[in-house]
């Protein structure tokens, strides 16, 4: 079975839609990992402020590499996000997961994005279901 990290390259190589959003990996380990990403003006709405899709999109890439980050291929059943400030053109976000349980077919998480001032903008959960298939 490859480490955590190895993993996760893995996932993020095939990965257009991560690397289309500029995401980088601040930290990667065992059921855990820590994502950030910046803002531009392609990814707002008609506000001029980010889509909520965005946000959801980087909590959505934290929950698939520290569910995957255990060594066995794990996909997203059920998820919700929760939004509580705006986020802007040149914000820079980070989604920073916890695994809140994990036993041999359900993993659950949860992510808390928050802004280069350390403002939280939005709580996401997921809950995932773990195959049988290990990354190798």
């Not at 990667?28 to 946000?55: D, E, V």
């Not at 040149?90 to 997961?97: I, S």
């Not at 994005?113 to 939280?120: G, L, Y």
Request: charged residues 25%; hydrophobic residues 35%.
């Amino acid at each position: 079975m490859l480490n955590p990290r190895k993993i996760i390259e893995k996932m993020i190589t095939n990965d257009a839609y991560s690397n289309w959003l500029g995401i980088e990996i601040l930290n990667i380990k065992k059921g855990y990992c820590k994502l950030q990403m910046k803002i531009s003006k392609k990814m707002t709405n008609g506000f001029l402020i980010a889509h909520g899709g965005i946000c959801y999109s980087l909590a959505d890439s934290a929950l698939a590499f520290a569910s995957n980050s255990n060594g066995k291929k794990a996909l997203s059943i059920e998820t919700t996000i929760s939004y509580t400030k705006k986020v802007m053109i040149n914000d820079v976000l980070t989604a920073e997961t916890k695994e809140l349980d994990l036993n041999n077919k359900k993993g659950f998480y949860s992510i808390s994005i928050s802004n280069q001032d350390s403002e939280k903008v939005a709580s996401f959960k997921g809950t995932v279901y773990i195959s049988d298939k290990t990354w190798n």
